[in-house]
């Protein structure tokens, strides 16, 4: 089934959750597409799984425009979302126009923009333009240095009213779906109900209309456990070492390459050379 943005913003509440992920390159683009997510997000993740650095502030638009290019061959059945990167949205309005630009240009159907009241402004332009835009509220990684960490959000009424609010501001600029990280699951649930759009949860518990992780958490390839994500899906680094350790084993004893694994010269053509 193709997904689009309509088919999102517009997803039954009989139907089965969202189910959404990341992707950067080439291998997990093709993984995630033959598994059919609805949504697949190049995420400014990139900067930790990919890049190995400590904050998604780190990774500026061109590499996102990098991953972007590098995944979007690969997926045709889900809806293709790119992070809006740390940068554009604090710079103004015409810096995020022509971000939001470059993203769809490259093959992005929506851009997601983290933050509440500060981002609205911009997020109303863009939707106004036909720019489609996911929002992401609660734990935003770009704001780490203003929330003091990677810690749950939304914690006591008055914080919780202000995510509400945000949540029902974002729809009403709008946003078609609003990612939701790390929020006490009432709360996660309490906006979902609230609003016509659909919630994409990471760390909000079950009642999101949706899910949302970052690829090498899920499969295990080098990711990262929370208490949401105790353990991954999958153990990739295992199949990986065991592969690398199995190469590095054949060719030391003298098993790889086999014979029949290359190419041959007849004598007349190698002798006296
Ligand atoms: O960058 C990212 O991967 C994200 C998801 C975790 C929602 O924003």
Same mark, same amino acid.
């Given at each position: 089934?193709?997904?689009?943005?309509?088919?999102?913003?517009?997803?039954?509440?009989?139907?089965?959750?969202? +189910?959404?992920? *990341?992707? =950067?390159?080439?291998?997990?683009?093709?993984?995630?597409?033959?598994?059919?997510?609805?949504? +697949?997000?190049?995420?400014?993740?990139?900067?930790?799984?990919?890049?190995?650095?400590?904050?998604?502030?780190?990774?500026?638009?061109?590499?996102?425009?990098?991953?972007?290019?590098?995944?979007?061959?690969?997926?045709?059945?889900?809806?293709? #979302?790119? %992070?809006?990167?740390?940068?554009?949205?604090? #710079?103004?309005?015409?810096?995020?126009?022509?971000?939001? #630009?470059?993203?769809?240009?490259?093959?992005?159907?929506?851009?997601?923009?983290?933050?509440?009241?500060?981002?609205?402004?911009?997020?109303?332009?863009?939707?106004?333009?036909?720019?489609?835009?996911?929002?992401?509220?609660?734990? *935003?990684?770009?704001?780490?240095? *203003?929330?003091?960490? =990677?810690?749950?959000?939304?914690?006591?009424?008055?914080?919780?009213?202000?995510?509400?609010?945000?949540?029902?501001?974002?729809? $009403?600029?709008?946003?078609?779906?609003?990612?939701?990280?790390?929020?006490?699951?009432?709360?996660?649930?309490?906006?979902?109900?609230?609003?016509?759009?659909?919630?994409?949860?990471?760390?909000?518990?079950?009642?999101?209309?949706? $899910?949302?992780?970052?690829?090498?958490?899920?499969?295990?390839?080098?990711?990262?456990?929370?208490?949401?994500?105790?353990?991954?899906?999958?153990? #990739?680094?295992?199949?990986? %070492?065991?592969?690398?350790?199995?190469?590095?084993? &054949? +060719? $030391?004893?003298?098993?790889?390459? &086999?014979?029949?694994?290359?190419?041959?010269?007849?004598?007349?053509?190698?002798?006296?050379?």
């Amino acid at each position: 089934m193709v997904i689009r943005v309509p088919d999102i913003r517009a997803w039954p509440p009989e139907a089965s959750p969202l +189910v959404a992920i *990341t992707a =950067y390159d080439r291998p997990s683009a093709l993984a995630v597409e033959r598994a059919g997510f609805e949504i +697949v997000l190049v995420g400014d993740s990139a900067a930790q799984v990919i890049h190995g650095r400590k904050h998604t502030t780190s990774l500026g638009m061109e590499e996102i425009l990098i991953h972007l290019k590098a995944v979007r061959p690969f997926i045709s059945h889900s809806l293709l #979302v790119a %992070d809006m990167p740390f940068g554009p949205v604090q #710079v103004g309005d015409r810096e995020t126009k022509e971000a939001a #630009v470059a993203l769809v240009a490259a093959g992005a159907e929506a851009v997601k923009i983290e933050g509440g009241d500060a981002s609205l402004g911009a997020i109303r332009r863009l939707t106004n333009h036909g720019i489609e835009v996911m929002g992401h509220l609660g734990l *935003t990684p770009q704001s780490v240095h *203003t929330l003091g960490g =990677y810690k749950v959000q939304g914690t006591g009424r008055k914080a919780a009213s202000q995510i509400l609010k945000d949540a029902l501001a974002l729809e $009403q600029a709008g946003a078609f779906a609003i990612v939701l990280e790390c929020l006490p699951a009432p709360l996660a649930a309490l906006i979902t109900k609230r609003l016509s759009i659909p919630t994409l949860g990471i760390g909000s518990g079950s009642r999101c209309r949706g $899910q949302i992780l970052v690829f090498h958490d899920v499969v295990g390839w080098e990711g990262s456990s929370f208490k949401f994500l105790p353990h991954p899906f999958g153990d #990739v680094s295992q199949h990986v %070492d065991g592969a690398l350790s199995r190469y590095k084993k &054949e +060719v $030391q004893e003298g098993n790889y390459p &086999e014979p029949d694994q290359s190419w041959e010269l007849s004598p007349e053509e190698i002798e006296g050379l």
